[in-house]
């Protein structure tokens, strides 16, 4: 190793960030023009950003982004250690800061560090713009694909700021050069440069890591019990094969081949809804959950696989339970096969060796940090469970904030707080699913296993980039033979070396210059081919009469900032208004107000109790010409509601309420679509803005009828039964279980739900 050297910067302070020559001219590059840095974890991606940002200051404020909160709070705080400023000009915004707040911090701050969906938000209400940026670091640049923010903010810069710097920092972009192609576009990166643990100037910062894979073998009872599974699957694949959805050859379907099956079905759902792929559709849905089966009870042991099916179970008794579901615990082989389960001891063998792993390594070295990663929450909690019970383990388990069925996720705050106790050393091994994969300050740890591969190269690099940063460390994946988890790994392994072979060879696109970029026209319907393509792709069709023509408005409900329907009114040249709108979604002029649901969302209102009707009602008498637009595909296909009752529903709205529906394709396709009629209202009809119209308040007994539904397993009927049984809602909230049975409809399994949620200790 090398001696210590600091670099002296005035905008530095004093020994506090280490002179390392990689770093040096990784920044020297991304100085020079906007670039991509890879870099391995644990090398100092944050120093290079921060070298970058030196060097911007002067010219104006720098941005800073980065995915999470935990990640936003991290660097905010490394940089007022670092940076020679006021530690208040280093304005950190999170979805906590206060929207009111953020303009005035804003326009004091010489360094923004924020998650993206607040910049990305405050853009969209033109709260803040970016002309006096001077650089913009995206962290962990992987994610700048699709609709991620990333994308919108970056597009923005371009258009606003006329000297834009950006600087793009990962460990891992991916192996397809499609991918990797893509995120550079989208952040008009013109140069990739990348160091690997292997260049001469890196190698001197490099320890050692040992990786080794150890195969463990799969319980003679878990085979027993996946040939009852594979008896399910291999029926329903037959009655897939009956109904000529797939190939008399087919007698296994990969995952690849489900989804794309899946496609296949909705598609023709969408033509032609006939009986068959109904029931196809259905027979599907079954193979995915009984193939996900026999993946946890190979890969995961008897007590994970226990888990799934107690979810399994719950869902087909639940009123909103999908049909597959209700018919696979139905299903002889699976009664069978839960029952054998109940047999078995729930121990797998990879959590022996995980605890003699873990054991040697603390006994080694009681000072050892170690982290076991797993794919499942559920295993997570039983390898947390299984290592405290080993003298010197001091486990604890680490997930990300989404809360299930008996399953409560950690907040971000809870998230900070183990990271610090486990860099304190009040816990000294971590199991964590993937929320500890990226970005996090997690100290170098000695030990990192793998309970399985991941199929994610991205993934993978990050894993074993938690050891072997400040001394050697080891890296252990586990692997259950003769399962999904040897493939996982060769693709994992093989998807690695690719990546770095892309990225040497990658030859980035030379990207038009701004005085280019296209004005959208939204009547150019053919793109220079002749083919069609997406409307909002369609390049220039510079005309004068557009530099003259008025500008669209559109008055946008702040929930929608969400979508990417906004995102696409802006790029067609609309000028978009975020409000809060009490009735609809999207307000075009004095008389037309849209209604916007996704397919999804639409047939949640009919499954959860949400009153549509009311929402139509409202919209109908506050507008002359309402709307309602549902987008997507999947309406007769996302859940388990039966086409008539869609149907008596549509009708409904149409014939009774007089509202015509209109569907759309994606959201871009609704965004043209309000794009057009927002034009022909203003331009064609001279017809100006007008926000009208306030939601019908909710009677008394239409809130107490709510308020019961709320707890799963209990409809509107059944609030309606309890209410009139009992009188009120506090009488209902006090009744025994006996008493509570004795309402009309209300069996056990309600019953006890009440009184679970009622009187369940909060542990939120």
């Known amino acids: 190793m090398i001696d210590t050297e600091y670099i002296n910067h005035p905008l530095l302070k004093p020994d506090t960030v280490e002179k390392r020559l990689y770093q040096l001219a990784l920044a020297g590059e991304a100085i020079r023009k906007s670039t991509l840095v890879v870099l391995p974890t644990g090398l100092g991606k944050t120093v290079v950003a921060l070298l970058v940002m030196v060097s911007r200051l002067p010219k104006g404020k720098v941005l800073l982004l980065s995915p999470t909160k935990p990640l936003v709070e991290q660097h905010a705080a490394f940089f007022r250690e670092t940076l020679n400023i006021p530690a208040e000009n280093v304005a950190m915004f999170t979805g906590n800061t206060p929207p009111h707040k953020r303009a005035g911090m804003w326009e004091n701050a010489q360094l923004v560090v924020s998650t993206p969906q607040v910049i990305e938000n405050d853009l969209l209400g033109k709260k803040i713009d970016l002309e006096k940026v001077s650089c913009i670091i995206f962290d962990e640049a992987h994610r700048a694909t699709g609709n991620y923010?990333?994308?919108?903010?970056?597009?923005?810069?371009?258009?606003?700021?006329?000297?834009?710097?950006?600087?793009?920092?990962?460990?891992?972009?991916?192996?397809?050069?499609?991918?990797?192609?893509?995120?550079?576009?989208?952040?008009?990166?013109?140069?990739v440069e990348m160091r690997t643990d292997s260049d001469p100037d890196v190698s001197p910062y490099i320890f050692d890591k040992d990786i080794e894979w150890k195969y463990v073998p799969i319980p003679v009872e878990i085979k027993g019990l996946k040939l009852l599974m594979e008896k399910v699957l291999s029926d329903r694949l037959s009655k897939l094969r009956e109904l000529g959805f797939i190939s008399n050859y087919q007698t296994r379907l990969s995952k690849r081949e489900m989804l794309d099956l899946q496609a296949r079905l909705q598609s023709q759902l969408r033509s032609f809804p006939d009986q068959k792929v109904y029931q196809g559709t259905s027979l599907l849905a079954e193979v995915f959950k009984v193939s996900h089966a026999i993946?946890?009870?190979?890969?995961?042991?008897?007590?994970?696989?226990?888990?799934?099916?107690?979810?399994?179970?719950?869902?087909?008794?639940?009123?909103?339970?999908?049909?597959?579901?209700?018919?696979?615990?139905?299903?002889?082989?699976?009664?069978?096969?839960?029952?054998?389960?109940?047999?078995?001891?729930g121990n797998n063998p990879k959590l022996n060796v995980v605890k003699e792993l873990v054991a040697k390594q603390v006994l080694e070295n009681p000072q050892s940090r170690v982290i076991v990663f797993t794919n499942y929450r559920d295993t997570a909690e039983l390898v947390a469970s299984s290592l405290k019970e080993v003298q010197g383990i001091k486990p604890v388990r680490f997930v990300g904030q989404a809360s299930r069925y008996k399953d409560t996720g950690l907040t971000q705050k809870q998230q900070v707080e183990i990271i610090q106790k486990f860099k304190d050393g009040e816990y000294n091994t971590l199991v964590a699913t993937s929320v500890a994969e990226e970005g996090l300050d997690i100290p170098s740890t000695d030990l990192v296993v793998f309970f399985e591969p991941v199929p994610s190269e991205i993934r993978s690099i990050q894993r074993k980039g938690r050891t072997g940063r400040k001394h050697a460390g080891r890296v252990v994946v586990l692997m259950a033979k003769g399962s999904k988890d040897e493939a996982y790994y060769w693709s994992s392994n093989r998807k690695e070396k690719n990546m770095f072979r892309t990225m040497k060879n990658l030859e980035l696109e030379p990207e038009a210059p701004v005085a280019e970029k296209p004005h959208v026209d939204e009547g150019n319907l053919q793109d220079a081919a002749g083919g069609q393509t997406k409307l909002v792709d369609f390049p220039a069709q510079q005309k004068q009469e557009s530099k003259t023509s008025a500008v669209v408005k559109v008055m946008v409900d702040q929930r929608e900032i969400r979508s990417h329907v906004v995102h696409t009114l802006e790029k067609l040249g609309t000028d978009v208004t975020l409000t809060t709108l009490e009735v609809g979604d999207y307000v075009?002029?004095?008389?037309?107000?849209?209604?916007?649901?996704?397919?999804?969302?639409?047939?949640?209102?009919?499954?959860?109790?949400?009153?549509?009707?009311?929402?139509?009602?409202?919209?109908?008498?506050?507008?002359?010409?309402?709307?309602?637009?549902?987008?997507?595909?999947?309406?007769?296909?996302?859940?388990?509601?039966?086409?008539?009752?869609?149907?008596?529903?549509?009708?409904?709205?149409?014939?009774?309420?007089?509202?015509?529906?209109?569907?759309?394709?994606?959201?871009?396709?609704?965004?043209?679509?309000?794009?057009?009629?927002?034009?022909?209202?203003?331009?064609?009809?001279?017809?100006?803005?007008?926000?009208?119209?306030?939601?019908?308040?909710?009677?008394?007994?239409?809130?107490?009828?709510?308020?019961?539904?709320?707890?799963?397993?209990?409809?509107?009927?059944?609030?309606?039964?309890?209410?009139?049984?009992?009188?009120?809602?506090?009488?209902?909230?006090?009744?025994?279980?006996?008493?509570?049975?004795?309402?009309?409809?209300?069996?056990?399994k309600t019953a006890d739900r009440i009184r679970e949620v009622v009187s369940g200790e909060y542990k939120g």
Not at 149 to 160: D, P, T
Not at 316 to 335: F, H, I, T, V, Y
Not at 627 to 647: C, D, F, K, S, W
């Open 149 to 191: 923010s990333y994308v919108y903010i970056a597009e923005k810069y371009h258009l606003q700021n006329h000297d834009p710097l950006i600087l793009g920092i990962t460990a891992s972009p991916g192996s397809n050069q499609g991918k990797i192609q893509e995120v550079c576009t989208n952040l008009h990166i013109k140069s």
């Open 295 to 345: 993946e946890l009870s190979e890969t995961q042991g008897a007590s994970a696989l226990s888990k799934y099916f107690e979810r399994l179970e719950n869902e087909a008794r639940s009123k909103s339970g999908s049909k597959a579901a209700k018919r696979l615990m139905d299903d002889l082989s699976m009664r069978q096969a839960v029952h054998h389960l109940g047999g078995c001891d």
């Open 588 to 748: 075009v002029s004095d008389r037309v107000g849209i209604e916007r649901k996704t397919a999804e969302d639409f047939l949640s209102t009919l499954l959860d109790g949400r009153d549509l009707f009311g929402q139509v009602s409202d919209l109908k008498r506050a507008y002359d010409r309402p709307l309602m637009i549902i987008e997507g595909e999947g309406i007769y296909t996302a859940r388990q509601v039966h086409p008539n009752v869609i149907r008596g529903v549509l009708a409904a709205i149409t014939i009774d309420f007089g509202i015509p529906i209109i569907f759309s394709r994606d959201e871009e396709d609704t965004a043209a679509l309000i794009s057009v009629i927002a034009k022909r209202e203003q331009v064609d009809s001279k017809r100006e803005i007008n926000l009208h119209g306030k939601k019908t308040a909710s009677t008394l007994p239409e809130q107490q009828e709510y308020l019961v539904s709320a707890i799963s397993e209990i409809g509107p009927v059944v609030a309606r039964n309890l209410l009139r049984h009992f009188g009120s809602v506090e009488r209902i909230m006090a009744a025994s279980r006996e008493e509570l049975m004795k309402v009309e409809l209300v069996g056990p």
